[in-house]
T-cell receptor, first 115, second 115 residues
Framework: AQSVTQPDIHITVSEGASLELRCNYSYGATPYLFWYVQSPGQGLQLLLKYFSGDTLVQGIKGFEAEFKRSQSSFNLRKPSVHWSDAAEYFCAVAPLSGGYNKLIFGAGTRLAVHP | NAGVTQTPKFRILKIGQSMTLQCTQDMNHNYMYWYRQDPGMGLKLIYYSVGAGITDKGEVPNGYNVSRSTTEDFPLRLELAAPSQTSVYFC??????????????FGPGTRLTVL
């Protein structure tokens, strides 16, 4: 069955420190890959997505993610975290076919940022 | 563009009551979705629609109904509210997969409590 695993439920970093959020997926072929961010009390906003091509993807707010086929991973990174990055982050996958753009979400990683 | 709008933002129901969660999008997207978000569980798909007059079940459809009479609107109906339906509900919309733009746009959510 298709699944998405985000191993870290909660991460705390200091402002200015680097960040890496992990995401692993289980799927027969390389799916479309996404990272969404949810600020408190808000809906989800797309940070970045991978469909094909360059395995290092740049997104909004200074985030990037690297797709590694051999590890079935799509980890999110940021070189220097800002206090406003405190939020919940969701990794999601969508199969290459299926018609209705089905998204399978991970359970999320909650990021706290210390001043 | 207002994007995806949802009403109400908050609602408290008694067991057995019914209600409709409203969702409207102004992006002319064919596809619309309803998700529920429970703590530590990510988002689960309840129902989706690929166009006016066409709806289908997602992962967790029991206890819910939907309709899609127009492209813009996709209401979610709870007929007999149960405590297990206490959750945050998100509506989303997107273009078809074949368009190459697979991003789903999310509304701000409706927080529902059933007591």
């Amino acid at each position: 069955a298709q699944s998405v695993t985000q191993p870290d439920i909660h991460i705390t970093v200091s402002e200015g420190a680097s960040l890496e959020l992990r995401c692993n997926y289980s799927y027969g072929a390389t799916p479309y890959l996404f990272w969404y961010v949810q600020s408190p009390g808000q809906g989800l906003q797309l940070l970045l997505k991978y469909f094909s091509g360059d395995t290092l993807v740049q997104g909004i707010k200074g985030f990037e993610a690297e797709f590694k086929r051999s590890q079935s991973s799509f980890n999110l990174r940021k070189p220097s975290v800002h206090w406003s990055d405190a939020a919940e982050y969701f990794c999601a996958v969508a199969p290459l076919s299926g018609g209705y753009n089905k998204l399978i979400f991970g359970a999320g990683t909650r990021l706290a940022v210390h001043p | 563009n207002a994007g995806v709008t949802q009403t109400p933002k908050f609602r408290i129901l008694k067991i057995g009551q019914s209600m409709t969660l409203q969702c409207t999008q102004d992006m002319n997207h064919n596809y619309m979705y309803w998700y529920r978000q429970d703590p530590g569980m990510g988002l689960k798909l309840i129902y989706y629609s690929v166009g006016a007059g066409i709806t289908d079940k997602g992962e967790v459809p029991n206890g819910y109904n939907v309709s899609r009479s127009t492209t813009e609107d996709f209401p979610l109906r709870l007929e007999l509210a149960a405590p297990s339906q206490t959750s945050v509900y998100f509506c989303a919309s997107s273009y078809p997969l074949a368009s190459g733009s697979n991003e789903q746009f999310f509304g701000p959510g409706t927080r529902l409590t059933v007591l």
